[in-house]
């Protein structure tokens, strides 16, 4: 597969931290993903992480954080918690399309020029 360079750096950031969030985390992501993250990563790159810092003052790129999502919604939240955070996405992503409609809507576009 071909991977940006910001993949791969996100790649490593992934994989830096699910190293520090320990065994727990990391036995419930599949192997496959782990073995790609690892193949895959940047290995010259050097992240801001610090073993010191709680996850939330971390310094990472926004692909890593999109996979981080990804992989806590998918494989380390509880089945109810997935079903809310899953909802929640949907309810986000019809109130932004509503927005785009309202804002870009076809029979609206040329009514100011009208008027």
């Known amino acids: 597969?071909?991977?940006?360079?910001?993949?791969?750096?996100?790649f490593k950031?992934?994989?830096?931290?699910?190293?520090?969030?320990?065994?727990?985390?990391?036995?419930?992501v599949p192997n496959q993903l782990l073995e790609l993250l690892k193949k895959e990563q940047d290995t010259e790159y050097q992240t801001k992480i610090k073993k010191e810092l709680p996850f939330e003052k971390q310094i990472i790129t926004r692909t890593a954080l999109i996979l981080l999502n990804y992989i806590?919604?998918?494989y380390w939240l509880e089945e109810e918690k997935k079903k809310q955070v899953r909802k929640d996405?949907?309810?986000?992503?019809?109130?932004?399309?509503?927005?785009?409609?309202?804002?870009?809507?076809?029979?609206?576009?040329?009514?100011?020029?009208?008027?």
């Open 72 to 74: 806590n919604t998918n």
């Open 89 to 115: 996405y949907l309810e986000n992503e019809a109130k932004y399309q509503n927005k785009l409609r309202e804002k870009y809507n076809p029979n609206d576009l040329f009514k100011k020029k009208q008027d």
């Open 13 to 28: 950031e992934v994989n830096e931290i699910i190293e520090l969030m320990g065994q727990e985390y990391k036995s419930k």
């Open 1 to 10: 597969m071909n991977f940006s360079i910001k993949e791969r750096e996100a």
